[in-house]
């Protein structure tokens, strides 16, 4: 399956703008950027088990499917959408 035409083709904009919260835009950029859950959560102030649960939501809501690694999936899906995760709240890659 080529994932990228899988979140191309299937709208997932909509999915970023209607169902993530801003919380889980933060922790998926983050994400993104290679932090640490330890390193997430020393960012936004909140503990690892919560930056667990973020992370479990983000992939339930984007439908990663099964035969795909979810981590470099989630990796390819910020960068399709990493204009749209800024514009909603999201961190850049220095923390910012």
């Not at 640490?36 to 936004?44: F, G, H, I, R």
Request: glycine fraction near 4%.
């Amino acid at each position: 399956m080529d994932i990228r035409s899988y979140f191309e083709s299937n709208k997932f904009d909509e999915v970023l703008t209607k169902k993530l919260t801003r919380r889980e835009v933060e922790i998926l950029s983050l994400y993104a950027s290679g932090l640490t859950y330890k390193e997430m959560s020393d960012v936004l102030m909140i503990s690892e088990n919560t930056v667990k649960t973020h992370i479990n939501n983000v992939y339930l809501k984007i439908l990663i499917p099964e035969n795909t690694n979810p981590k470099s999936t989630l990796y390819l899906f910020y960068s399709i959408y990493r204009v749209e995760i800024m514009k909603m709240g999201g961190y850049l890659k220095n923390g910012k």
